[in-house]
């Protein structure tokens, strides 16, 4: 059992920038990789970001890479999502997930937060 709630949400004009967060609690040993995913309406859920709890390697969507950085405090439990240069394009509901390792369905979600870009 894993536990995710995300933070950090909220609107902000083309250009500016917020930071999300990711409390994870429960049997976070079990899970290795943690992503960042998000959905607008209408559209399908889509990968973000990723990162290993244990290296911190890190992976990102190519309409993300150069903008957002994606991280995680290993005492705090948390991860973070730092979103610079936004875009309108990037309103969606942010979810965190984690999964065991690369390569596996991610089994845990929290409940989304919101990221609202005006042009």
């Known amino acids: 059992q894993v536990q995710l709630v995300e933070s950090g949400g909220g609107l902000v004009q083309a250009g500016g920038s917020l930071r999300l967060s990711c409390a994870a609690s429960g049997r976070t040993f079990s899970s290795n990789v943690m992503g960042w995913f998000r959905q607008a309406p209408g559209k399908e859920r889509e990968f973000v970001a990723a990162i290993n709890w244990s290296d911190g390697n890190q992976e990102y969507a190519a309409s993300v890479t150069g903008r957002f950085t994606i991280s995680r405090d290993n005492a705090k439990n948390t991860v973070y999502l730092q979103m610079n240069s936004l875009k309108p394009e990037d309103t969606a509901i942010y979810y965190c997930?984690?999964?065991?390792?690369?390569?596996?369905?991610?089994?845990?979600w929290g409940q989304g937060t919101q990221v609202t870009v005006s042009s």
């Open positions: 997930a984690c999964a065991a390792r690369r390569g596996v369905e991610y089994g845990y």
